[in-house]
């Protein structure tokens, strides 16, 4: 039994080699591309649509809501980026009752992956909404000395969401690899569509998560009252 996507090695010539996690990857990212290429190309304003424009809509302002109710203004700014975190983490969830699949988020690469765009993120949507000096200056409050301990926080929970989503991740696929060969009947059937719901949690958990993060590098000091300006 394969522990990771990792071990599935599909070509390999020397160093390089094309295994399943890269394979399901571009697999997933091709389809969700597709896919919104195929929905977007006929939208209508009309009250006639598709089944699918209002799958589209629905999913879409879901997740603007979820990204304002966490305290991000203009939550259209954050839509695309958290937008597909959630549906790539999703996907690789649904796609498991696919046979012969393996979730990519069930290798760390992937994961880590994953936390690195969102490291990446924080600080530049901070930038983008504070501008360099207030985002900066954000690491040295209220004193010099939280100077570090924020550094270390920044560092310590792009570390967790990694291991957070590998694991939930790993463990569900293991489970139902080991049921499949001890029952290969109802039970692992009914494991699937539990693995199936617990990849939609962890989809959720990580999309607030990096929402929850960015919110905190975009909050911006609150204005002066007029009584304290006079004053």
Known sequence: MRLSPDQLIFWQHGFFKLNGTIAFTWAIMLALAVGSKLVTRKLSTDLTRTRWQNLLEIVVTAIAKQIEEVGLRRPNTYLPFLGTLFLFVAVSAICTIIPGY???????????????????????????????????????????IMLPFNV???LSRTLALAVRLFGNMMSGAMIIGILLTITP?????????????TG???????????????????QTRKPKTASNAGN
């Open 185 to 197: 009947f109802l039970f692992p059937i009914v494991m699937t569509l539990l693995g199936l719901l």
């Open 200 to 218: 939609m949690v962890q989809a959720y958990i990580f999309f607030i998560l990096a929402a929850v993060y960015i919110a905190a590098a975009t």
């Open 152 to 154: 270390i926080s920044e």
């Open 102 to 144: 393996e979730p990519p988020t069930s290798s760390l690469s992937t994961t880590v992956a994953l936390a690195l765009s969102v490291f990446v993120a924080v600080p530049l949507f901070g930038i983008m909404d504070q501008g360099v000096g207030g985002y900066l200056k954000s690491y040295i409050e209220p004193t010099v």
